[in-house]
């Protein structure tokens, strides 16, 4: 799961020689705006086919955050 | 060259919509176009109307959901997939050979739908939205931002001013748009931090022709080719100065009816009056074009017709010829050099 969130975002923000772990702040160490943030979480939810609540959309702060939520939900 | 046209969401769709798209297959040898909605009906009237040559040229897409103008846009564009606007956006998102889309759809969620689903040229910090109103001189101008962002900051303006530069010189051949910035007063202390700072980095900028602070009762006065704005009073505006000639309009139709000697004179300047008419049709100059997009976004009016669906497919099929993208995406980095030498 972490290695596929990872490559949406190395996709989506363009991002090149940026070491990604789940502690990875996605504004702050991967320079995301919040724009970003929402057009990941949009790829999220067509490539995983999932709904993710708005009130959750921009309450992702790590690669962590976001990888736990999905892992969650597949339960 | 190949578009996708969205067949939905307008007044006069989607006649008109195919209309458009014939007249302008007619005029294109090389352009080949995608009609997004209900596949039916877009087939019936295509076998009415299209030659065999044009139909060659058109593949369809069924998609019969519309987005309306209640619809929130972030929840349109998440919840009706099957629309026909977003079944246009995922084309364009995921076939490479389709270059730009036309709407004639929900404005917002076409916004939304291009800024998410499309994605920023590099460098760009927010798409900004851009019509075109009839000068007095019989001219134009464009006026970037109306309204995709409310709040914004100097290096938005700044980009603004970049991004549509570039969309006046390669839509409306100007070799070098006189740029204003929308202000309560034209000198260059006038306003809040916003409009001063901005002032400070465009009047620095060597290749934008900066003309100073604009108030807004020369926005049509043929003056300027570009008025640049954030969002919200840039829409303000618009609607105020759309909204002043309608009702001016009105008003002079009703005060005409009032007098027998009124009317009598109205008849010898009827044609005047026609002329009018047709220089504030807003069907003659095209959509309004989404700046900063990796792919070209051209939105018609609501009550768009035949020839103001034409207008706009000729808009997009002259952006990405010129591939403004990438001149968009050059000037933005020349930019970010010179604004960090200002500081």
């Known amino acids: ?75 | 060259m190949k578009l996708v046209i969205d067949c939905l969401g307008g007044d006069q769709s989607p006649g008109a919509n195919i209309d458009g798209s014939l007249r302008a297959l007619d005029r294109y040898p090389d352009l080949e176009l995608v009609l997004c909605g209900d596949e039916a009906a877009i087939s019936a009237y295509l076998a009415q109307k299209a030659t065999p040559e044009a139909r060659a040229k058109i593949s369809l897409v069924h998609a019969p959901g519309v987005i309306t103008g209640d619809d929130k846009p972030t929840d349109a564009i998440r919840l009706k997939k099957d629309s026909s606007m977003m079944s246009a956006i995922r084309l364009l998102r995921e076939d490479e050979t389709v270059s730009g889309i036309v709407s004639t759809g929900a404005t917002g969620s076409l916004i939304a739908a291009a800024t998410l689903r499309i994605g920023r040229i590099p460098g760009v910090i927010r798409p900004a939205f851009c019509p075109i109103l009839p000068t007095m001189d019989g001219g134009v101008v464009g006026l970037c931002d109306s309204g995709a962002n409310v709040d914004c900051s100097p290096q938005q303006l700044v980009q603004f001013a970049i991004m549509a530069s570039a969309y006046m010189k390669v839509n409306f051949g100007k070799d070098s748009p006189r740029v204003a910035l929308l202000n309560v007063g034209t000198e260059a202390e006038k306003g809040d931090d916003l409009r001063r700072e901005t002032y400070k980095i465009l009047s620095q900028l060597p290749f934008i022709n900066f003309v100073g602070n604009m108030e807004s009762r020369d926005f049509i006065s043929g003056k300027y080719d570009l008025v640049v704005a954030d969002g919200f009073s840039g829409n303000v505006l618009v609607k105020s100065t759309e909204g002043t000639a309608l009702q001016l309009l009105k008003k002079i139709k009703r005060d005409i009816y009032s007098r027998n000697v009124y009317k009598l004179g109205a008849l010898f300047m009827k044609k005047m009056f026609e002329e009018e008419k047709e220089f504030m049709n807003y069907q003659n100059y095209g959509g309004s074009v989404l700046l900063g997009t990796e792919k070209v976004i051209v939105k018609g009016h609501g009550s768009s017709d035949e020839a103001a669906v034409f207008a706009c497919i000729r808009q997009a099929y002259t952006m990405a010829t010129a591939n403004l993208r990438d001149i968009i995406c050059a000037e933005i980095e020349k930019a970010e050099g010179f604004m960090e030498n200002i500081g």
Do not use: H, W
């Open chain 1, 1 to 75: 799961m972490f290695e596929s969130v990872k490559q949406i975002l190395i996709e989506q923000l363009r991002l090149k020689n940026v070491e990604i772990t789940p502690e990875s702040r996605i504004k702050e160490d991967l320079k995301a705006d919040s724009l970003d943030v929402l057009q990941m979480l949009m790829t999220i939810e067509e490539d995983y086919n999932i709904m993710i609540p708005e009130e959750k959309l921009m309450n992702f702060k790590t690669v962590g955050d976001i990888v736990n939520y999905l892992e969650s939900i597949r339960k």
